[in-house]
């Protein structure tokens, strides 16, 4: 006994502030359609809209939750009645029941549905009772394929549409660029003395100022760095240089110097 | 014929060693417009600074495998800027735990005569390129973002032509070695630009 009412009190109290949260959250979208109608977008009714319902599920949670007692059960009844003003009723209203009297107390306290809703429902009832079981069943088992096919096409478009939204933003880069660029800079991967000879050039420019040879032209052929450095290697250093085609072989002299030398040339 | 290792130098006054911290990325250049917002939000607050770039990377080639690799860049767009030598070693195997490449950097200011000079004394041209974008800062990393162009015709850097549909951006602190700490600052930095451009440490040596 002590506990069913217990829980009675906790299930009210969450009730109670459940449909508080759920009046503010009416109150504040009423204001906004009154107030800013020429500013709303959709959007935002949509945020109201869904607020809303997010607080109906959490009411319905707490009405199915296992600690509720049947409400069904218990009866609700008015011990007085008067038409004087009522101070602790008008302040629990905030002022929209000033009275608990006759008139206020059938609709607030009310149990049945309206006539005509209760109408509606008997007429559902009937063509309810009307079909066969067997009937009932199949319409039933098609609404439910209906509702999953509907659900797994919603599913499927959503999840194409963010690995969709995912690619497109994936795109920012692409790492083969990446590489190539780093490739080029590091060791000149792909830039302009690499090209292999274009339009009418010699292989090797033994002779400086050959004729064929435009200035300039990019056909001057390099061979890779990476081969063997022995080889004789004619190569262009900038406009400024007029011997071109130096063999690349170096004074020994020079070479010890650069031996020697630690890394900064002009160390004391 | 690389320099010695930073630990086996003897430290005899002169300059510190210090060491590049890099990490790479790149963007395409649809992305460009977006990266450059983050980055002018995310990076300290200055005047939005573009380059101009040409470098000319130079080699020398001796009895050994590996040529000598200097690097020499100048400024296109702005007049009374210095040449700027630099040599880059190669990269230090660290542990897997240090985030960017680390390599050994040397960075020297030179008159305009550096490239009469390196030739005389026996570098010769490898490859050439110009680099366009734009420069950014926070603290001691330096971001930059820019274009690689072909150089068409050696020497002439009008006629260049973009080397891909991307830019590559790199983060780069120099600071002088042993400081490791560096690595994470500059990771969590680069934690921010995700998924925009993911900077990772490539090692060149992979896509030879």
């Known amino acids: ?268 | 014929m690389e320099a010695p290792p930073v630990t086996m130098m003897p430290v005899t006054g002169g300059t510190i060693n210090m060491m590049e911290y890099l990490l790479q990325g790149s963007v395409l250049d649809q992305s460009l417009e977006s990266l450059l917002h983050r980055l002018r939000g995310l990076c300290d607050n200055m005047e939005p600074e573009t380059f101009l770039d040409h470098e000319m990377v130079f080699l020398l080639k001796g009895q050994q495998a590996s040529p000598f690799v200097l690097r020499a860049r100048r400024s296109m767009d702005k007049s009374g800027m210095p040449w700027h030598l630099r040599y880059l070693g190669q990269p230090e195997i660290g542990d897997k735990n240090r985030h960017a490449l680390v390599r050994n950097c040397v960075d020297i200011a030179t008159s305009d005569n550096l490239t009469d000079f390196l030739v005389e004394m026996g570098f010769r041209m490898d490859h050439e390129f110009v680099a366009k974008g734009h420069v950014f800062r926070k603290g001691i990393m330096k971001i930059m973002v820019y274009k690689i162009f072909r150089i068409l015709m050696p020497g002439n850097t009008e006629s260049i032509e973009p080397l891909s549909l991307s830019y590559l951006v790199e983060l780069n602190v120099v600071a002088p070695a042993g400081q490791d700490i560096v690595s994470d600052d500059m990771r969590n930095f680069a934690e921010q630009l995700k998924p925009l451009v993911h900077l990772e440490k490539i090692d060149p040596k992979r896509l030879m």
């Open chain 1, 1 to 268: 006994m002590q506990r069913e009412e217990k829980q009675l009190e906790l299930t009210l109290e969450a009730l109670i502030s459940q449909v508080a949260d759920l009046k503010n959250s009416l109150v504040s979208f009423i204001y906004k359609l009154e107030n800013e109608y020429d500013r709303l977008t959709w959007p935002s009714v949509l945020d109201s809209f869904a607020l809303l319902s997010g607080q109906l599920n959490t009411l319905n949670k707490v009405l199915k939750h296992e600690k509720t007692p049947l409400l069904r059960n218990q009866v609700i009844i008015p011990l007085v009645l008067s038409p004087d003003r009522d101070e602790e009723i008008m302040r629990q209203t905030e002022g929209r029941v000033p009275v608990f009297s006759h008139e206020v107390v059938p609709d607030h306290l009310r149990t049945k549905p309206d006539p005509e809703v209760e109408e509606q429902e008997k007429q559902l009832i009937t063509d309810a009772a009307r079909i066969s079981p067997d009937a009932a069943q199949k319409q039933i088992q098609s609404l439910n394929k209906m509702c999953s096919n509907l659900l797994e096409k919603i599913s499927k478009e959503e999840r194409e549409s963010e690995s969709g939204g995912l690619r497109q933003n994936k795109q920012t880069f692409n790492p083969a660029d990446t590489n190539a660029l780093v490739a080029a800079v590091a060791f000149g991967k792909g830039l302009s003395n690499r090209r292999p000879p274009g339009s009418g050039a010699s292989v090797q420019s033994g002779q400086p100022g050959a004729g064929a040879i435009i200035a300039g032209a990019s056909g001057m052929q390099q061979v890779p760095m990476t081969g063997a450095p022995a080889q004789q290697q004619p190569m262009l250093a900038g406009v400024q240089m007029a011997p071109a085609g130096q063999p690349g072989k170096m004074p020994s002299g020079i070479k010890t110097n650069i031996k020697s030398a630690s890394m900064h040339p002009y160390q004391r």
